[in-house]
């Protein structure tokens, strides 16, 4: 018989002995939790990982007392999407790259907020601000000619 054939069958008789020796353990090791006596049939779903969302858009109003404020998005087929999002203690406030706090939000700020939902509402986790441009001075009209 070819050496390499007789290595490669000793080698899967090795794997299946190794495979067979360790499904063969005794699973003793490990104690069974105790049922819970309220739901012994149905299992309980794993908690899940909280998912985060954003939303880029440009605030509407700031409710200051309650730190909750909207946001409206525009959308490219359609009329705008208002949102509303309530910021917590601890919501991470950004102006550019500078820390800010929830104070610094203005009305027609552009924002882009990292949020989970929670409690039936939208809590921002983040929030970026962009601050909206200075509108332009007028320029001056020009004199008047003399006649």
């Known amino acids: 018989m070819n050496r390499a054939l007789r290595n490669g069958i000793a080698g899967a008789a090795a794997l299946s002995a190794g495979f067979l020796a360790y499904a063969a353990a005794p699973a003793a090791t490990t104690t069974p939790a105790p049922p819970s ?8 779903p794993a908690p899940k990982k909280p998912r985060f969302h954003f939303f880029v858009g440009e605030v509407v109003e700031v409710v200051a007392g309650q730190t909750r404020f909207s946001v409206r998005e525009t959308l490219r087929d359609g009329p705008p999407k208002v949102t509303f999002f309530t910021a917590t203690p601890e919501t991470a406030v950004f102006r550019g790259k500078e820390h800010g706090t929830f104070s610094d939000l203005r009305v027609n ?7 989970g939902e929670g409690k039936g509402e939208k809590q921002a986790i983040s929030i970026r601000i962009t601050p909206s441009a200075q509108p332009k001075a007028p320029s001056p009209a020009p004199p008047a000619p003399t006649t």
């Open 37 to 44: 006596s309220a739901s012994s049939t149905s299992s309980a």
């Open 109 to 115: 700020d552009h924002v882009t907020i990292k949020y």
